[in-house]
């Protein structure tokens, strides 16, 4: 899993961390969706979904499995 990219904008850096989400409106309870995040987005991506009620859980990249988002 080493070519995956931090998912916030501009950023090339490789993904360390899947923040698992979901958005209720539009999915199932059961449904996640990921992005990726480097050490230096997790914490303002996180925020970003927390705020909006869509944040999960955060784990590391090598815990994701093929059935995440």
Not at 7 to 12: E, G, L, V
Request: aromatic share 8%; with cysteine; proline share 6%.
């Amino acid at each position: 899993m080493s070519d995956l990219q931090c998912s916030a904008k501009d950023c090339r850096e490789a993904a360390d961390w899947g923040l698992r989400w979901n958005n209720p409106k539009i999915h199932t309870p059961e449904r996640r969706k990921v992005w990726l995040a480097c050490d230096g987005h997790k914490d303002s991506l996180t925020s970003f979904l927390d705020r909006r009620g869509f944040f999960k859980d955060a784990v590391p990249v090598g815990e994701l499995s093929p059935s995440d988002g």
